[in-house]
């Protein structure tokens, strides 16, 4: 197998010359350096390093899986696989008023349980909202989750899709990829979905993935 | 600093261990030694052993310790075993000032402001010690730190230089430590030429140390090339 390109910390990448740089890259005097290991992809507009190892950085109107850490008076605090911790305010759970004072909020949602929701706000300091007032949205339940490494959220589902695909079809299971790098399995062949999975982390940055993974999915 | 020269350090014009003045001790590095850690390395150069795994970012609590910027924590810690005689374990205020020292060697390379409210935890061990156990552990942790996606701009290279017996020479071991006259850690960001960390022990003149910069930037262009292949390498392992 090919290995894609991979540029290393500080190394030299190319003159600016106008393009948008990505926050994995940094500028001194007109020349883009890289900030971390990973994979480089240069367009004529941007110039961006896709990194092997990064944390995930909140943007709004990300899907991502969620777990419960804490119940609170007016929400919860969901731990969304980031430095940082989400907050699910409780408004943006019920459709219908709610008296807090005599409510128990862990009738909705307890500690330890599997969301799939939407950040719907990112402060400056920080601050990250979600919300479950979403089609999609909803509490994951009898299924485990895998987390990889945030950036090659994009390798699992592949191009146009192809790669989550190949994956549902050789396990029969039902997988949620949350941007956050959290995967949702349930039913199917759950074992065999999580090694093909941590598969395409340790190998992301190879060519011929998905002829791999389905390779390994028909070894039965 | 008076250091005391009882032993003969040079023999017929070779260091104890058969180098010659400007030659650096074998020198081996591993990535992802630690698979709990988020990134991790071992360096070994000669027989001092330093294992390095960083965690992070993440959330620094409580809440009043946070700052605009990511805060980097270096926790360095010499096992007992690691010496002839047993070091007794914990922390104490050697290794507090070697942590201090190698977070400013680090922290100057590191994009902190990335990462506002949050801690990147730097752990180094230190498992068999025989002289230059800060640079090894600078040169395993900014290894370790490239591994666990920190944003750097460059990785930190790390060498020692001193004067034993009156004559200047890289990378001392143990006894050369001990019984030399003089040290001198150095650490740099290679590419961009820009030195992190000179710190000596002992009594040097102007001329020496010009000379051993110059030799410390030769031995770090190597060290550098070794970090840059070691982390190729560990991506190329899956290929068939």
Redesign the interface.
């Given at each position: 197998?090919?290995?894609r390109e991979?540029v290393?910390?500080?190394?030299?990448i190319c003159e600016e010359d106008g393009r948008k740089i990505s926050?994995?890259v940094?500028k001194e005097g007109g020349k883009v350096?890289s900030?971390?290991?990973g994979v480089l992809k240069i367009t004529d507009e941007e110039i961006n390093i896709i990194?092997?190892?990064?944390?995930y950085i909140p943007k709004v109107g990300d899907r991502v899986i969620g777990i419960i850490k804490e119940v609170e008076t007016s929400g919860w605090i969901v731990d969304i696989n980031s430095?940082?911790?989400a907050f699910l305010p409780l408004a943006e759970v019920a459709s219908s008023y709610v008296d807090v004072f005599r409510t128990d909020l862990s009738k909705f949602y307890n500690v330890n349980d599997i969301i799939y929701t939407k950040v719907i706000k990112v402060s400056e300091?920080?601050v990250i909202n979600i919300s479950m007032k979403d089609e999609e949205s909803r509490k994951l339940k009898d299924g485990v989750i895998v987390s990889i490494?945030p950036t090659k959220v994009a390798r699992v589902i592949g191009r146009g899709g192809s790669m989550i695909e190949t994956l549902k079809k050789g396990t029969k299971s039902e997988i949620i990829v949350g941007q956050n790098g959290y995967i949702f399995i349930s039913g199917g062949k759950v074992e065999k979905a999580i090694e093909a999975i941590l598969t395409i982390e340790?190998?992301s940055?190879?060519y011929g993935l998905t002829d791999k993974i389905k390779e390994l999915l028909k070894n039965e | 600093m008076s250091k005391s020269n009882k032993i003969d350090l040079i023999v017929g014009g070779k260091r104890l261990d058969g180098r010659d003045f400007f030659e650096v001790r074998e020198i081996e590095m591993k990535v992802n030694v630690v698979n709990n850690a988020d990134g991790s390395a071992m360096v070994r150069f000669g027989n001092t052993t330093a294992i390095a795994a960083v965690y992070g970012p993440r959330l620094l609590l409580p809440k009043f310790l946070q700052e605009e910027k990511a805060v980097l924590r270096c926790r360095y810690n010499m096992t007992p075993f690691s010496t002839d005689e047993r070091k007794t374990p914990g922390h104490d205020r050697r290794s507090i000032e070697l942590s201090k020292v190698i977070k400013s060697a680090l922290e100057p390379a590191i994009f902190l402001e990335d990462f506002p409210k949050t801690r990147i935890d730097v752990f180094i061990d230190i498992v068999q010690a025989d002289g230059s156990t800060r640079v090894a552990s600078i040169n395993a942790a900014s290894l370790a730190l490239a591994m666990a996606g920190i944003p750097m701009r460059d990785l930190v290279v790390a060498c020692t230089a001193g004067k034993i017996n009156g004559c200047l020479v890289l990378d001392l071991n143990g006894k050369e430590d001990n019984f030399g006259e003089a040290d001198l850690s150095f650490a740099m960001m290679y590419s961009k030429n820009r030195v992190t960390l000179l710190q000596t022990d002992g009594e040097f003149s102007y001329e020496e140390i010009e000379i051993l910069i110059k030799e410390l930037k030769k031995a770090c262009e190597k060290i550098y090339e070794m970090q840059k292949s070691t982390l190729k390498d560990y991506y190329q392992k899956y290929v068939e």
């Open positions: 197998m090919k290995v991979i290393l910390t500080g190394q030299y926050n994995t940094y350096f900030k971390v290991v990194p092997l190892k990064y944390v430095p940082y911790l300091d920080k490494t340790r190998e940055h190879l | -």
